[in-house]
């Protein structure tokens, strides 16, 4: 991963520093940092003009709390999110811990608190779908007439499409669940990446010579159960790996697992250690096996179809 500076991160309403007042604020989830995202932060760094960078986001996800039962799962942690937030320029991430209570803001008093009291914004970076406060009354027409009375610009950033296609995190989560990696990476403009800590695991992959790292996930969204060729970051390292996801079922396993094995390495111990798996090209769905050899067998024809395909996109 590149050298940058990960943003500031503060929860409203704390009180943010003086040298980061007065700056440029883009509005959203931004959930994966998909090329929609990127676009906007892109356009807010070229009006930026020495201000400061500044995103506002939700946390949890505002669908989570107004209907739980359709909650979509991240596709990026809030560390994920600070790390590219980072590459892209961004300086200060201010959450909005987002409750039914702070549902009934209006777009009025979340322009008053949190747009000129929290941060002074001189500009607002938005598209052309922008809807804030309570049933999302602020839209493009109502910022327009309301945000020159606080002083605050507005910029609209138009539609943008990739491939013929507008990227957003619910067709991103579509094709992961499809094991589509591809498509998700041409959407999210990079790999999807997963970032964990490994933790212990049954260590069978070590008894039969393929060592794996029990990545911990937790609730993460994850790609469609099956094999895949990743490549891992691990420190400074770059490395080529397989992953599983799925149970075990050659083991009766139970409870989903993301499992690496790094290709042509031999390491320490790798617990507590994080990694970046990054999603390349899907292999093989997940199977159940008659035999520890038979599986061996498989296990040394994946690792070369993922040579192979990471050869391919280096």
Do not use: W
């Amino acid at each position: 991963m590149d050298r940058f500076t990960v943003p500031l991160l503060l929860r409203f309403p704390a009180k943010v520093p003086e040298h980061l007042r007065g700056g440029v604020v883009a509005l959203g989830n931004f959930d994966g940092v998909h090329l929609g995202h990127r676009h906007v932060l892109r356009s807010l760094a070229e009006v930026a003009n020495g201000l400061p960078r500044v995103v506002v986001s939700f946390y949890p996800h505002p669908v989570r709390v107004l209907r739980g039962d359709r909650e979509p799962r991240a596709l990026s942690s809030l560390r994920e999110k600070r790390e590219r937030f980072g590459e892209l320029g961004i300086q200060l991430l201010y959450g909005i811990h987002f409750t039914k209570q702070f549902s009934k803001v209006t777009a009025p008093e979340f322009i008053e608190r949190v747009l000129v009291e929290a941060l002074n914004a001189k500009v607002l970076v938005v598209g052309e779908d922008v809807a804030i406060g309570h049933n999302r009354e602020g839209n493009l027409a109502f910022l327009k007439g309301e945000l020159p009375k606080h002083g605050i610009a507005l910029h609209i950033v138009p539609k943008f499409l990739s491939n013929g296609e507008r990227p957003s995190s619910r067709r991103i989560r579509q094709v992961l669940g499809e094991g589509d990696v591809r498509s998700a990476a041409a959407l999210l403009g990079a790999p999807f990446t997963v970032s964990a800590r490994v933790g212990h695991g049954d260590k069978r992959g070590q008894k039969i010579g393929f060592p794996t790292a029990n990545v911990m996930c937790g609730g993460r969204l994850l790609p469609k159960r099956g094999v895949y060729a990743v490549r891992v970051q691990l420190g400074e390292g770059l490395f080529d790996g397989v992953a599983n996801i799925g149970v075990r079922p050659t083991f009766g396993g139970v409870g989903e697992r993301l499992e690496v094995h790094i290709l042509h390495h031999t390491f320490g111990s790798l617990y507590e250690k994080r990694l970046h798996v990054s999603f390349i090209d899907r292999l093989r769905d997940e199977r159940k096996f008659n035999s520890l050899d038979e599986l061996t067998d498989q296990i040394k024809l994946d690792i070369v179809d993922a040579e192979a395909r990471l050869r391919d996109v280096r």
